[in-house]
């Protein structure tokens, strides 16, 4: 092991070990079949009923108890400490857990209301989160780099200090992406945060650790910072609220990442929390305390309440000229600004995407501009890697001064070019999307574009949480799979364009791997436990690259791919003379003409696209799939990636055969990719058809060709 390894490795012991014994939860609970895990901090039996009221408290009933003593500051700070506690095991999302220090200023704030009988402060004991990079004094600030650790600040942060002075209780840092400069939150340190509501999925970046924290009711409030969308995203990706303020209207001293230049003027600090009144109480606690006093940079503007006009005329944004949103992502926009004109609003839809893609360009340029020198001074420090999609810059790409600032120059001339737009259009508000697509697999989202320009033109924004992906509306139509061909961004390959989205949203390749012996019928597991492997028969696979499928047979590979435990598969029948035509045969679970089998026992799912939970309970409907009566568990109806070793073995407009457990397919939609119907025969030896189907859709809108399940 290197020493930066040696490095990380105590730092993750460290925070493992802040977590009390008592507060660890049973491994059954984080198992990786168990992908939403939202609800695991009320039903684990770490928490009491009264912790449960506690953490599940509206915010003013809570600061309201703490004030009058109805509840003391410990017993706060204890509900809301397990479940941080548990939502670390889960998810991933802390990267300092100082519970002892909390307590002792939480002892403090009880003993001065006993005593007084005032509380100190608007926020009185109220506990918060904050992202890593926010200084506490004698608490590492990391950034997500390993050469920091142990520089540890002897200051705390001007923000901190201001909700310490409201009677706040900071007692978690939360996980970030390294250096903050990734739209995944993933450093060498810590790991990667998982999505609560499915772990499979991103929980965004770079604030993706409090994202997760809040959304796992870990905290009551947590703080971010955002540069580029990184308060928005894993807002938007874990369901919660977040505001992006102007970047001088909260002090930002003492929030520090490795950069040479101030080549972001809009990266701001701002809160992240479970519903819109938390994110005004917090900012009207700061702004009560002055903090312009702090920080000669943070504006010296007092609250104000402003009342909006009864009708208002909203811009609505779709397509920002870079990324064609997702089918979901389009949809929710629609159902807000039918909502919004419901309610007496006038919406416009706007075509903004030549203003947009012209203003991507110069913000993105602005970020790679000294040419990744501190990023790779940090890196070198300590000798880790740099963590995929960080947004490091290249040496071949470092500006010349002249470039730079002809660049900030552009940005400027380009703010003034979008403000006389706005005002040409009349609109009060903008309505738009802060990524083109809901919670991507981790490391797979496409692009930061639309959030980031608002962070060169300073404007406010704020999300707010408006749907959910829906399986059965958010179908991936043949218009949106030929629409959009948007420009890409030049010279910044970190983000993706609609290609990327496309290749999200539906996918083409199979991923091979060996995991077993191919002529094993039964995998060393199922047999310890008494039973057979599951097995399908597949059958017409059409248009096969017959000579990449040949030589992956020579080497007897299996297949790895998405599928519950204990299963495995079998391909059969395999005619050459028939690969193209897209005709129909049986399905003969047996047949003599075997092409290779492929055992699928204890395999990780690995998605291209799971944007819903993955797992259903007997004879309910959840997520698309109508589970059957014998319990068996569903594949997940998603879009599936599995790049066959970077072999395709469906290189056509077919794309790729999903298998699906107990699956009468729609015989149009079959016969939309294979020409004719796919046909199952039964009354094989020991052999019986399912006797139950699963209703199944697919969140790619993917008329998926599939088979009949056998089983014995």
């Not at 004991?125 to 890593?132: A, E, I, N, T």
């Not at 807002?235 to 909260?250: D, E, H, I, M, T």
Request: aromatic content about 6%; proline content about 7%.
């Amino acid at each position: 092991m290197s020493s930066w390894q040696q490095i990380a490795a105590k730092k993750r012991k460290d925070l493992a070990d802040q977590i009390p014994d008592e507060w660890r939860i049973d491994s059954l609970q984080k198992e990786d079949h168990i992908r939403d895990v939202t609800d695991i901090p009320a039903t684990c039996g770490l928490l009491s009923d009264e912790e449960i009221r506690i953490i599940e408290c509206d915010l003013e009933g809570l600061l309201a108890r703490l004030r009058i003593g109805n509840w003391s500051a410990v017993e706060v700070l204890t509900a809301f400490g397990k479940c941080a506690a548990i939502a670390q095991q889960c998810t991933n999302c802390l990267s300092d857990f100082f519970l002892d220090e909390a307590m002792q200023r939480a002892v403090g704030l009880d003993t001065i209301l006993k005593e007084t009988g005032k509380p100190v402060g608007p926020l009185h004991g109220l506990p918060f989160s904050v992202k890593d990079i926010f200084d506490i004094a004698n608490h590492d600030t990391t950034a997500g780099v390993v050469s920091w650790i142990g520089k540890t600040p002897l200051e705390t942060a001007p923000i901190v200090q201001c909700m310490i002075a409201a009677g706040g209780i900071p007692f978690v840092k939360t996980n970030i992406s390294q250096g903050c400069r990734l739209v995944e939150s993933q450093n060498n340190i810590f790991g990667t945060v998982k999505n609560p509501h499915n772990t499979t999925l991103s929980a965004g970046g770079s604030s993706g650790g409090e994202g997760a924290l809040v959304a796992m009711k870990g905290t009551p409030l947590g703080l971010g910072t955002d540069g580029g969308g990184s308060i928005r995203i894993p807002a938007a990706w874990n369901g919660v609220y977040g505001l992006k303020p102007s970047a001088q209207r909260f002090p930002k001293y003492g929030v520090r990442s490795p950069g040479l230049s101030d080549s972001n003027p809009g990266s701001a600090i701002g809160p992240l929390a479970i519903d819109l009144s938390r994110l005004r109480l917090w900012c009207e606690t700061i702004l009560s305390t002055e903090p312009w006093l702090q920080d000669r940079d943070c504006l010296p503007i007092p609250w104000r309440d402003v009342t909006a006009p009864q009708r208002l005329k909203v811009g609505m944004l779709i397509n920002d000229g870079v990324v064609n949103p997702s089918p979901p992502v389009q949809r929710v926009l629609k159902e807000a600004a039918e909502k919004l004109n419901t309610a007496g609003h006038d919406v416009v839809e706007l075509d903004w995407s030549a203003l947009h893609y012209k203003g991507s360009c110069i913000i993105m340029k602005m970020y790679t501009e000294d040419g990744g020198i501190a990023m790779e001074e940090a890196l070198n420090a300590s000798g880790e890697p740099v963590v995929p999609r960080t947004c490091t810059g290249s040496s071949e790409r470092l500006l010349e001064p002249k470039e730079i600032w002809e660049n900030k120059r552009a940005g400027k001339a380009f703010s003034r070019e979008y403000l006389s737009t706005w005002n040409e259009e009349g609109i009060d508000v903008l309505l738009t999307a802060p990524s083109p697509h809901p919670a991507p697999p981790h490391g797979k989202y496409v692009s930061s574009a639309i959030s980031a320009i608002y962070n060169l033109l300073d404007y406010p924004c704020c999300i707010i949480p408006c749907g959910n992906v829906d399986p059965q509306q958010d179908l991936a139509t043949e218009e949106w799979k030929r629409g959009s061909c948007n420009k890409r961004i030049p010279d910044f390959p970190y983000d993706g364009g609609d290609e990327e989205m496309k290749a999200l949203y539906y996918c083409r390749t199979h991923k091979v791997r060996c995991r077993m012996m191919p002529d094993e019928r039964t995998c060393s597991k199922c047999a310890k436990l008494g039973r057979s492997c599951i097995v399908v028969a597949v059958n017409n696979m059409p248009k096969l690259d017959l000579e990449r499928m040949r030589d992956l047979a020579s080497r007897k590979r299996s297949v790895k791919t998405n599928v519950v435990k204990s299963r495995s598969l079998r391909i059969d029948s395999f005619d050459e003379k028939r690969s193209g035509a897209h005709t129909s045969s049986s399905v003969q679970p047996h047949a003599s003409t075997s092409f290779f089998e492929a055992p699928l026992c204890d395999v990780e799912i690995e998605t291209g696209l799971t944007w819903y939970k993955p797992t259903a309970t007997s004879g309910a409907a959840r997520d698309g799939v109508q589970v059957s009566e014998n319990g068996l568990e569903p594949w997940m109806s998603a879009g599936w990636e599995y790049p066959f070793d970077d072999i395709s073995i469906l290189p056509t407009s077919s794309d790729t055969i999903l298998l699906h457990p107990l699956v009468n397919p729609c015989q149009s939609k079959v016969e939309q990719w294979l020409n004719g119907p796919l046909q199952a025969t039964s009354g094989q030896k020991g052999w019986e058809p399912a006797n139950s189907t699963y209703a199944f859709t697919s969140a790619s809108a993917y008329a998926w060709p599939v088979t009949q399940l056998w089983h014995t």
